[in-house]
């Protein structure tokens, strides 16, 4: 059974756009997560790297966004640079059908105050790894105020380099009222026990 994208609710300019990206048919992790997080629900999924997970999380939280609202609409946690560098990417492929979106990428090993001048500038999506985000909420530099979707990818990663306590720390601050992802390759009980505290619909 095939399930391809324009069976989504999708604005015409972003199934062009995918039409674009060579995104035809949607991967079994798609088909099972999207219509539910197009929906506004809360999504737990376990899925590995080259799953197509990023679209699975990316494609909502790009059709949320309003691009004339200059705030955190929405914030991607990974466990690495490098996968977040690679979800950044991937973003920016996603939202070229809405013009203006500006995503952000806030990892350590980069300096502090090129970060903060982007950040100044306006983003509309952040992606960082926990501990860098938690040092711009430390600052005062980010704000997750009018945060939409959170989506914390390889979230079994995250707990295994001992992120637990940062992670935590940047869920206490964001609304109560927005949706969360969460993608995972395995489900410990630890990862149960986050998605129990994060998870609401």
């Given amino acids: 059974m095939t399930h391809p994208f ?6 015409p300019d972003t199934l062009h756009n995918l039409d674009r990206l060579g995104y035809t ?6 088909a099972a997560s999207l219509p539910l997080a197009l929906a506004g629900q809360d999504v737990i999924a ?4 080259g799953s197509g997970k990023t679209a699975a999380f990316g ?3 790009v059709e949320k966004l309003t691009a004339n609202f200059h705030a955190v609409q929405a914030l991607v946690m990974c466990p690495t640079r490098e996968l977040a560098d690679q979800v950044t990417t991937e973003i920016r492929r996603l939202a070229r059908a809405t013009a ?4 952000v ?3 350590g090993g980069v300096a502090l ?7 100044e500038h306006g983003a509309h999506v952040v992606v960082g790894t926990p501990g860098r985000i938690m040092d711009h909420l430390d600052r005062g530099s980010l704000s997750l105020q009018g945060l939409k979707t959170l989506v914390l990818d390889e979230a079994d990663r995250m707990l295994d380099m001992g992120f637990i306590h940062d992670v935590k720390k940047v869920l206490a601050l964001v609304p109560q009222d927005k949706q969360s992802l969460l993608f995972s390759a395995t489900f410990s009980d630890e990862i149960r026990e986050l998605a129990n ?3 609401r619909n």
Avoid: D, F, W
């Fill in 46 to 49: 376990q899925a590995s790297t």
């Fill in 197 to 199: 505290g994060l998870l």
């Fill in 6 to 11: 324009r069976s989504l609710a999708l604005a």
């Fill in 113 to 119: 105050r090129g970060q903060v001048q982007s950040l």
């Fill in 105 to 107: 990428t806030l990892c």
């Fill in 100 to 103: 203006n979106i500006k995503v």
């Fill in 59 to 61: 494609l909502p939280l």
């Fill in 25 to 30: 048919e949607m991967t079994p992790i798609q």
